[in-house]
């Protein structure tokens, strides 16, 4: 990354880029992508783009409670302009089907 990308950069660039990349990541019982699942609640990204993810999973008896947070990371992390990544699972708010886009909704027969 030259110096002239990096000052081209937004923090909401790098946050947007890091959503586009959530979207490719799929809960395994579920047709729908974990952002519009509802499951990514923050996307921070500092002034030197590390980046903190907060995030919740279905439930906590969720079978990919171990691997789910790590595959986040690592593919957030993976977006070029990111210099590191962290993802923090939380509880509350507790996740519910109010949380998923309407896009998820309808895919899932909600609607």
Do not use: H
């Not at 030197?48 to 906590?60: A, G, Q, R």
């Not at 593919?75 to 309407?102: N, Q, R």
């Amino acid at each position: 990354m030259s110096k002239k990308d990096i000052k081209e950069l937004s923090k909401k660039d790098v946050e947007n880029q890091v959503i586009d990349v959530l979207k490719t990541i799929f809960d395994p019982e579920i047709p729908v992508n974990i952002y519009d699942l509802g499951l990514i609640y923050f996307v921070i990204v500092d002034e030197e783009f590390n980046v903190k993810i907060e995030m919740t999973l279905t439930s906590p008896n969720c079978p990919v409670a171990e691997s789910l947070p790590e595959e986040v990371r690592v593919k957030a992390e993976g977006c070029w302009c990111v210099k590191s990544a962290e993802v923090e699972i939380v509880w509350d708010p507790t996740w519910d089907k109010e949380m998923m886009s309407e896009e998820a909704k309808y895919e899932l027969g909600f609607m």
